[in-house]
């Protein structure tokens, strides 16, 4: 299973954009990068996800190095409210059983200051 | 909102006990998949089902079973519980292909005394 690597925490200032890293060296070919966060103790909110190209919606941009070996997350103004463990994850795939789950590692606890 | 229902939002139970989780996915959702998340395990993979069908398993113990019905709603069942069981159980949901993300549940709160 291709791993993540991510800093255990981060803080940003509020308004200001907090870019989140994330390392994937061993990723596949056919993997998608996610990402996703928990606010407490709520359910992991999907955000974003990408197999190649730049992507972008509502909620932030993900940037994917061209050798895709990692990634970063972007909120581009943060808010109080994006203070959460943020998870960085690459999908595994599994043809024999066309299985595509999700393994969360640790993740990255980001602080958005006042 | 997911559009993930799970329930109960919290259940209390004694060692020894069996209880039955209950999760119903998004509308339209074929797959669903189990996690538990303990404060010292992160959130762990347990099981996929896609279309009634298990796809896959993670860490789940014997003690543990789960099964989707042909409405596509599931169940967690966990019998003989250990205190080592009180964890959050999240279900997910997803169509089921590769490109769709899936989409989580506000959990239930298991506490085994």
């Known amino acids: 299973d291709a791993k993540t690597t991510q800093p255990p925490s981060m803080d940003c200032a509020e308004g200001r954009a907090a870019n989140l890293p994330c390392n994937h060296s061993?990723?596949?070919?056919?993997?998608?990068v996610y990402w996703y966060r928990q606010i407490h103790s709520q359910g992991p909110q999907y955000i974003i996800h990408g197999l190649k190209n730049n992507e972008t919606n509502e909620m932030a941009s993900l940037i994917i190095t061209e050798d895709r070996k990692s990634s970063t997350l972007i909120l581009p103004h943060a808010t109080l409210r994006d203070t959460a463990v943020y998870y960085c994850i690459v999908r595994v795939v599994s043809l024999a059983d066309s299985s595509y789950k999700l393994i969360f590692g640790s993740g990255t606890r980001l602080l958005v200051r006042p | 909102d997911s559009g993930v229902t799970q329930t109960p939002k919290h259940l209390i139970t004694a060692t020894g006990q069996r209880v039955t989780l209950r999760c119903s996915p998004r509308?339209?959702?074929?797959?669903v998949y189990w996690y538990q998340q303990s404060l010292d395990q992160g959130l762990q993979f347990l099981i996929q089902y896609y279309n009634g069908e298990e796809r896959a398993k993670g860490n789940i113990l014997e003690r543990f079973s789960a099964q989707q019905f042909p409405d596509l709603h599931s169940e967690l069942n966990l019998s003989s519980l250990e205190l080592g069981d009180s964890a959050l159980y999240f279900c997910?949901?997803?169509?089921?292909?590769?490109?769709?993300?899936?989409?989580f549940g506000n959990g239930t709160r298991l506490t085994v005394t």
């Open positions: 997910a949901s997803s169509v089921g292909d590769l490109n769709s993300p899936l989409h």
């Open positions: 061993t990723i596949s070919g056919n993997e998608y």
């Open positions: 509308s339209g959702d074929l797959s």
